[in-house]
């Protein structure tokens, strides 16, 4: 929470965003997808997990996940182009020396500079910044150059290795494309990461280092590896290998582990006064932060953490809990962390709000996930609807005192609502966005 002496804070609004997810490669597609129930978890396609071939190498078990939320029909060029036709030779080059999750920032960035209306050459360099967050990094490149390496040699290796892993190269490379001079920089804090990057961004401009920043997440670790080491962990939903859709289960009797997932979400916020000297569309304030850490354990959330991140959110945007009308939980579909969760809500606000779990539909896109559910929440305000919750065919019994959405949208007017992302190692961070009414 901020100190007391400091003084006139601007205020930040939302004003573009853009999407490339397991539901859709925009904002549009992916929010119409969501709002009609359909889930965007299938098998992997990414790499040849359902083969035998590749369960043999890697000596699966007989329940070992090969589903996830990848994103569909990504193509660098077309996607971009979407939002960027005057592509340049330069843009069509990062495809060779950047990894996907760089890709799926890239093109996000610049869905979101459309719907903002904005042309980064009207814009002061030194006002406009990045932050853009990830949980992994290029770990598909990774695994790709030791493969390389150990069946070929060092000269197998791509020299385009280094810049396509790195973690900030997200957020380097959309910076470099839209010529930003301002703050540039990248968070990995596991899976609070995408909410952590829109928070310091929201300071950054507050505290008047910037005019508009774009914020975000970016994510694309679905890779043997990844998911080894997360099955290993127990984390990974299994067993639905034939029903990729009920996999993933938030606040449900039957939840047993996240489903992997990828993609980008990135926000434009931008400072109020900027926003309305030039007519921006306003599609929401963003009017608090809470970030804190568990101290407690690297994968046990501890209830008091998640509780304490919220009341400084609410705090920072200078609200009562009662008027929260919505939150965008967390809700990873593992037992412990819905569970711990649920308790957090139900202690903090006791008035009920509607609760609803997107990644029943979405999967998890550990760094990017608080990116995207930070638009779906923006949405959500700005829409007045609140989306579905897949899969709760019966609520766990330490889960029932929530307003959880079902398998239909909830329509009705949102004063502000709340977004939560809880990362491996305790760390927290909690959002808050109200409806704009103005000054």
Not at 28 to 50: E, H, M, P, T, V
Not at 95 to 109: E, I, M, P, R
Not at 331 to 352: C, K, M, W, Y
Request: charged share 20%; with cysteine.
């Amino acid at each position: 929470m901020l100190s007391g002496k400091i003084i006139n804070l601007k205020r930040v609004v939302i004003t573009g965003m853009g999407l490339v997810s397991p539901l859709g490669n925009n904002v549009a597609a992916s929010w119409q997808n969501l709002l009609a129930g359909r889930s965007g978890l299938d098998r992997i396609k990414k790499f040849a997990a359902a083969t035998p071939a590749f369960q043999e190498q890697y000596k699966t078990p007989a329940d070992f996940p090969l589903i996830a939320g990848e994103v569909k029909d990504f193509d660098f060029k077309e996607v971009l182009a979407a939002s960027k036709p005057d592509l340049t030779k330069e843009d069509l080059k990062l495809a060779k020396y950047t990894d996907d999750f760089t890709q799926y920032a890239l093109c996000a960035s610049y869905e979101a500079l459309q719907q903002a209306k904005l042309k980064p050459a009207d814009l002061d360099p030194e006002r406009l910044g990045t932050i853009i967050a990830t949980g992994m990094g290029g770990v598909a490149s990774w695994e790709e150059a030791y493969r390389k390496l150990h069946e070929g040699g060092v000269k197998k290796v791509s020299p385009f290795m280094v810049p396509r892993l790195l973690p900030n190269l997200a957020a380097g490379n959309v910076a470099i494309s839209i010529g930003a001079q301002g703050p540039n920089t990248a968070l990995s804090s596991a899976c609070a990461a995408g909410g952590q990057a829109i928070g310091a961004a929201f300071r950054s401009i507050q505290l008047g280092e910037a005019d508009v920043m774009l914020a975000g997440g970016a994510e694309a670790a679905i890779t043997p590896l990844t998911i080894a080491g997360f099955y290993r962990m127990g984390a990974l939903a299994t067993g639905f290998n034939d029903n990729p859709a009920a996999a993933s289960r938030p606040f449900d009797q039957g939840h047993a582990g996240f489903v992997i997932a990828e993609g980008a979400g990135i926000l434009v916020l931008e400072e109020l006064t900027h926003a309305l000297n030039r007519g921006a569309p306003i599609l929401a304030e963003l009017a608090g932060f809470g970030m804190c850490g568990d101290g407690h354990h690297i994968t046990d959330p501890d209830l008091q953490g998640a509780i304490r991140c919220m009341r400084r959110a609410l705090a920072d945007a200078g609200l009562e809990p009662q008027e929260i009308d919505y939150i965008n939980p967390h809700a990873t579909s593992t037992p412990v962390g819905d569970r711990n969760e649920a308790r957090a809500i139900g202690q903090l606000f006791p008035h009920r709000p509607l609760v609803s779990a997107t990644k029943s539909q979405t999967g998890h896109l550990l760094g990017a996930a608080g990116a995207m559910e930070a638009i779906y929440t923006v949405l959500s305000v700005s829409h007045g609807i609140i989306p579905p919750t897949l899969n709760l065919d019966q609520i766990d019994p330490e889960c029932t005192h929530l307003a959880v959405t079902s398998n239909q949208p909830v329509s009705g007017a949102i004063r502000a609502a709340l977004s939560n992302s809880f990362g491996f190692g305790g760390t927290n961070a909690a959002l808050v966005f109200k409806a704009y009414r103005g000054n």
